[in-house]
């Protein structure tokens, strides 16, 4: 059937057209398009974080470092660009051009992040296991230190001035920007990966986590394939942090810290390591199971790991264990094609 | 000269493993290095292909070239992709959860774009037909004769000219391995250079055309396959009288 490999883009294409809809007659509330923006991110975050540590099999513990990287460049380079900060001066250019430099100015976050990752990469030539999950939290410590001690950006008060900016977007083209940007990249990052990991290249990344030594003696680069995973995945964190920062209008590095990097390992343990399908599921889930809980207040957090725990018994390979979508239902395959 | 190994002494952080071992092989050759355990074999092949600590050694003093060049700065991809050069490792390691086919893919990786990989694929098809009836199969389902085939297949789907094989006959039973036996002949009389570590002296050293004996990192015989027979201490030692 041909029509199966339109399937996922007119899936999507409804999605963007029910989303501008429902955005723009506001027949839902802020709240609730919040929440679903805020699963775009985590489906970002934990895709991106599964490639690591569930295709590659290291263990990174710092995805918010990287996330952070993203938010700040984005934000700052945003302000800088279309609408003034106290600190910088006036805008360089009109607010309007916004909604052609916005995507720009989440790439460029992605790409600081994706060096940042580098960082990262390097001690993983030569460390495995828990000590590089000891360097990655280190990263993270780092990162967050680091911007806490920068008085002109905020330092640990944090940084804003992004709301402006989605407002000037809309103003100019009035169209719910955010929520379709948001959609938009979180279909590219999983796109992007899916694209990724099924080359033969991406094989390669399989192979490191099954046995290092007969990947290099199968001619693979290891360090090459370790440096190009490690920044691909910081690189989509540092995306996810850019919209993040601005669904918000706020970030201060508090919200970047270890907590939050638990909250993708969860997520990624969670949908299943080497799946990403799982991944998305997992992260959807959990943003809605944070929602839901809400009003248990800080017992959330009991809660929460609580459940896990009950997983980690029943489940210890996530919901999804290592197959995807396509293994699982295999009649779906007929219905659809994503690569 | 195709390989040559030249007083080449090798450290496991501070155990020495190698205390200055030279050989060599040529173009077309099948040389065996024979020995116990802990003989250093299979370091042998490690510090060949050059693999980095901790799974390999750290050399000390010698040196290692290939047609004329010193390795000793080579990667292992390198020597995989520029040397041609490929192990079939002690336990097959091959990727489990990979498909026999994805496998067989993933060894070329490095290969020259142009490179007739469906030659390739056919070669090692008809050398083990199997392979190709379990194509589809999860590797890990195979089982330990059928893996041995994959570890093979997979290197020579690197392209190597110089296949370095490190107990291929290690837990298979005796029809296997004289079938495996036989296809490296068969290799070899296409034209494929082999370097053999066994424990099963008896096979490997009738299969060879030289070989050397390796008793704790130091070569203490070396001749052609049936002069190490029929020396009366090889015998003693590793045949069994």
Redesign the interface.
Known sequence: MVLRHYTVPILLAVAGGVLLYVAKEELVSLYVLSVLMFMGVNVILATSLNLVNGYMGEFSCGHAGFMCVGAYVASILGVLLFSGHKAFGAAWLPAELAVWGFPLLILAGGAAAALAGLLVAIPSY?TRGDYLAIITLAANYIIISLIENLDIIGGSRGFMGMKKIVNGMEEAVALPWMPLWVLAFTVFCVWLLRRYLSS??G??V??IS??E??A???????NKIKTITFMLSSGLAGIAGGLFAFIVGYVNPGSFNILKSTEVLVMVYLGGMGSLSGSILAAILFTVLLEALRPLQIIKWVVIPLLLIIIMQFRPEGLMG?RELGDLFPRLKRFYRFK | MLLEVDNLEVKYGNIQALHGISFHVREGEIVTLIGANGAGKTTTLYSICRLAPPEAPRVIAGDIRCRGTSILTTRPDQVVSQLHMALVPEGRRIFGTLTVEENLQLATYAREKGADLARDFQRVFDLFPRLFERRKQRSELLSGGEQQMLAVGRALMTGCRVLLLDEPSMGLAPVLKYELFRTLKRLNEEGLTLLLVEQNASLALHLAHRGYVLDTGRIVASGTGSELLGNPEVRKAYLGG
């Open positions: 030569k033969t290249f094989k390669g399989t192979a099954q046995d030594v007969a290099e003696i199968m001619s693979i680069d290891t290592n």
